[in-house]
């Protein structure tokens, strides 16, 4: 796993020094960088939250089937695959793109970490110690205000994610539990981090709530335009009777 992210935080070293001659900032490079790696990201999140509100729709048949065979797990997960076969969806589906996403991502955290072991530029020895707002070097951690934003950007990703997840069915205590836990992990963490790494980190989950607002409000468009037609066709054919 080492050598992928080496590999991965290698070649986006090349984009972030491209960048940041153009802009002559590295606090802008980094949220520059983000953001068209987010855009890079978008068809595979996409896809994701469409394989969520797939499941979704099932979600009446699946709690159905688990109370028919609540005493037998092997017919129920026969009952279950039959089910997704049927309706063309593959439970693992949804993992995929955040599968896809997990070496580009770490590769991106690793660059922003220790930028100057994967960025050959002489540019960038000086340009990572820049100051950014408020932030008096990059390269060094930011005490309260940058963690602060990150964990809280993090429990809204974590909440927006969760309210689509338990629309599917998917959610889980543990999951919920994490939704607590990780914004207090990402502020610790941001409070060691290069002020760098935990700059991406809070753009990014901007980012992802944009984005995750975006595509539940266009599905619930979509889902109240279905139900739309569906009342219509079930009144002409009350009519027709």
Not at 75 to 91: D, H, Q, R, T
Request: proline share 4%.
């Amino acid at each position: 796993m080492q050598a992928i992210t080496g590999f991965f935080a290698t070649i986006i070293g090349y984009p972030i020094q491209w960048v940041y001659s153009l802009v002559n900032n590295y606090g802008i490079t980094i949220i520059i960088i983000t953001l068209i790696v987010r855009l890079c990201l978008l068809p595979l999140y996409a896809k994701q939250i469409k394989s969520t509100a797939q499941q979704a729709g099932l979600q009446a048949q699946i709690k159905d089937i688990q109370t028919r065979y609540a005493n037998n797990r092997e017919k129920m997960n026969e009952e279950m695959s039959n089910l997704y076969a049927k309706s063309g969806i593959s439970p693992m589906s949804g993992c995929l793109p955040l599968i896809i996403q997990l070496p580009i991502i770490y590769g991106l955290f690793a660059v922003l970490r220790n930028p100057l072991t994967y960025m050959t530029s002489n540019n960038m020895i000086a340009a990572v110690h820049e100051s950014f707002l408020w932030i008096t070097d990059l390269s060094q951690p930011d005490s309260w205000i940058l963690p602060i934003l990150a964990g809280v950007t993090t429990y809204l990703t974590s909440a927006t994610t969760m309210s689509a997840q338990s629309a599917a069915g998917a959610a889980n205590g543990m999951m919920n539990s994490m939704k607590y836990f990780m914004p207090v992990m990402i502020f610790l963490m941001g409070r060691s981090f290069p002020s760098g790494l935990t700059l991406y980190w809070t753009i990014g989950n901007c980012f992802m709530i944009v984005q995750t607002w975006l595509f539940n409000r266009k599905n619930k468009k979509k889902k109240a335009q279905e139900e739309a037609e569906a009342e219509v066709l079930r009144r002409m054919k009350k009519d027709n009777k």
